[in-house]
Each structure stands twice: as C-alpha cells, then as structure tokens.
C-alpha cells in the first residue's frame, strides 16, 4: 500500500457499521456506557480508514529478519486504544477530509508510538504491556532498542517517500521531544524535590508533543491551511497533558486487567507523578518526611504504593487531580473553537475524545 502526495481523497461517514471490529483496540477498555456510546460512535465512522491503517502497519513491519517482524506484531497486535491514529482521521476531517496521506500519517504516528513504548518498556524494566509479556523480556533488550529503533527508520523512511518536508519537520520534532521527555524523566527519579511544574513538563514532552504532531499532520495531509493546523497542534498537546495525568491515576487506581501491567509501577520505578506529588504535599509534615525518605533511598514496596494510594484516596487527592487532567482537557477544546474547521462532526468527535481521555479507565 503506497500513498504520495497529491494523492485522491475520500470522505467518512458516521455509520457503525463493523463497530466490534473497529473496537478491537479498545478491548482492554472498562469505560461507562456514556463513553462507550462516545468510542462506539468515533471508532464506528472511522472503522473504514482505521482498517487501512491497520493494513499499512502490517505492511510497513514487514522484514526479511523474521523476528523484527514478530517483535513488532506482537505489541501491534496486542490491540492498544489507536488514540493516536484516530486523532490523526479526525484531524484531517476537521481540516478537510480524510486523504490517502491521511492514512499515512496515522500510521507513521503509530508505528513512532510503538517504537517509544518498545524502548520505553526496556527502560522501565517492564514486564507486561497491553495485557502481554513486553518485547524485551521475550526477545531481550538489545533485539527490543534494535526493534524499536527499526519501527523509528522505517516511520522516516516513508515520511521521505512522501516528500512533505513540514511533516517530516513536525514529526521529527516530536521524537526529539518524546527523548527529552524520557531523559527528564530519569534525570528526576527518585527526587522528592520535584516540582509539579515538572512533573507537567515530563507530561508535555514524553506524551503531549507526539498527540499535538499526530493531530499537526493530519490537517497538513489534507493541506489545511496554518490556523487550522496551529489550533489542532495546541488541541493535541493540551489533550496529551490531560491524558497523561489520568494515565498516572489509572496507576494508582486501576488494575492490571485495565492498564495492562502491573498496578503502582511507577512509583516503583521512582518515577513522581502529579497524584504522588500532590499526595506528598497534602500529608501531614512527618508523615512527608517519612515518605520523601523512602523515595531517596529508593526504599519503596509494593506495600509502600498500596499505602500511599489509600492516604490518596483519603485525602480526597485523586478527584483534586483529575480536575487538573479535565481542566486541561477544556484548554484543548477552546484551542479547537479559536477555528471554524470544515466539519462540525469531526469537531464534536474531538471535543469528546477530550473529555474521554480524562474519564477512561485503561
């Protein structure tokens, strides 16, 4: 399947035709019925173009090295919510319609996602993802950084068939600030002076920058003009933030059938969220101390987590930043209404999925 620039476009309809196939990726999401009806209508209209997307990634994974091609399947078929690709559709159908480019795009975005959790994944040390045994404790983790670093190239490689040097700019900005992301990351572990400033940044580059270029180059596929690409890339960093922040609750309040790995993971991992953060601050001062404590001497349990997610709990903590994570999910609708947009479905989709993103629970 190749797609070039100037390439013929096509329009999606809101039908739910095949609805179950197209929610495939969702199959791990626990959500109210309102949500569901909201994933049930966007996933339903895009169920054509995301089964091309779907087709493309086959494809574009495919190796002469059998097991590039086995590591990459086996998270690509693990399902995975496809927000990002499906950002890409909607965005380019807000901008104008959904093009073969379109397609493109959604999944080079995918397949740059992948590639983040693959290496993300051997850097965490993490066991499970999506429900599965991770790349790297199947293949190991010089074969898993090779598998990821491969999905990067083969994602550039068709940016550059495509010619579109602005894309090839967006998406190329995005990776580095998805690296920096990490880095900053591991550069605070373990640090109880963290700052909830960067906790927000570590949000904004690690997720937020790759949804803001996912929802950037679905207008420039459809050669939207640059308002409407300026307000889509604001709309998908600010929903990246949001999304990130209700990613931390679901660590401390999901379960393994939800999230697909283990439960409390990233404070293990030392990693100071926003709800950790907030947690701390809101406890009693020799109850912090002992907590700062544990965390520098990187002396925290599983028991250590199940403790501090209940004081959370008590201390009203978690409703407190989820109110952060939807006020952030409101900026990213306003950045949408500074444009009209050449679809007011598309438009609606949107604003749901930012009000989803926040609500989910995997």
């Not at 199940?306 to 008590?314: D, K, M, P, V, Y």
């Amino acid at each position: 399947m190749k797609f070039g620039r100037g390439a013929g476009s096509g329009k999606v309809g809101a039908g739910k035709k095949g609805v179950c196939t197209v929610m495939k990726g969702f199959q791990r999401l626990v959500v109210g019925a309102r949500w569901g009806d909201i994933l049930s209508e966007v996933f339903g209209a895009l169920e054509k173009p995301l089964q091309q997307v779907e087709e493309f990634l086959r494809q574009a994974v495919q190796s002469s090295v059998r097991d590039v091609t086995a590591m990459a399947l086996h998270l690509l078929s693990a399902g995975g919510k496809r927000l990002r690709p499906a950002l890409t559709l909607l965005s380019a159908q807000f901008a104008g319609t959904i093009t073969p480019r379109a397609i493109l795009f959604a999944a080079v975005v995918e397949l740059m996602h992948t590639a983040t959790l693959i290496h993300d994944d051997v850097i965490d040390r993490a066991e499970m993802r999506r429900g599965r045994a991770s790349v790297h404790q199947l293949w190991g983790n010089e074969a898993a950084i090779m598998c990821g670093d491969h999905l990067y190239a083969r994602a550039f490689s068709i940016l550059a068939e495509d010619g579109d040097i602005e894309v090839i700019r967006t998406m190329a900005a995005a990776s580095s600030r998805v690296c920096e992301g990490e880095i900053l990351e591991l550069q605070l572990a373990f640090n109880p002076d963290i700052t909830p400033e960067q906790c927000l940044e570590i949000a904004r580059l690690k997720t937020a920058e790759l949804m803001a270029a996912a929802c950037k180059v679905g207008a420039l596929a459809t050669n939207g003009n640059g308002a409407i690409a300026e307000a889509l890339e604001n709309y998908g960093r600010y929903l990246g933030i949001a999304f990130q922040i209700a990613d931390d609750l679901l660590d401390w309040e999901g379960s393994v059938d939800e999230i697909g790995k283990p439960v409390g993971s990233d404070l293990l991992e030392g990693k100071i969220t926003l709800p950790v953060w907030h947690t701390l601050a809101a406890l009693p001062a020799e109850e912090r101390t002992r907590w700062r404590t544990l965390i520098a001497q990187r002396a925290i349990t599983s028991e250590h987590v199940e403790e501090l997610s209940r004081r959370a709990r008590q201390l009203g903590v978690l409703t407190m930043v989820r109110q952060i994570a939807d006020a952030y999910a409101q900026k990213a609708i306003l950045a949408l209404r500074a444009v009209e947009g050449k679809s007011q479905w598309a438009r609606r989709m949107l604003e749901r999925a930012a009000h989803f993103v926040v609500h989910r629970r995997a």
